[in-house]
């Protein structure tokens, strides 16, 4: 549950998210979530052990995207089959520019 606790974190610290709307959010996001244990890889591309570990957990869960706005993620562009975005890229490739602020 690390991801999700960062995930709190960040909405809530960095976006100042109200508390009551990012735990539901994080109910809604549970739903269409699956649940994986990561294996570890072998070949450690980024220099941060907690970067790694969302990369583990997306390749391990066959995920398409990771989005995020850590520089050193962002700056891989992709794992294997994973993109690797920032969040208004993922809006652009889903065809959602004109939320883009």
Sequence with gaps: MEIIDELIRVLEK???ADPELTRDYVLR???HSDIVMPRRLSSALVRDREDAKIIECAHSGHSEY???GDL???S???Y???KIVSPSELLRALG???HIR
């Design 96 to 98: 959602h520019e004109r």
């Design 66 to 68: 990771i989005v995020s």
């Design 80 to 82: 294997q089959q994973t």
């Design 76 to 78: 891989l562009r992709r």
């Design 29 to 31: 996001l549970n739903e």
């Design 14 to 16: 960095k976006f100042k």
């Design 72 to 74: 050193d993620l962002l």
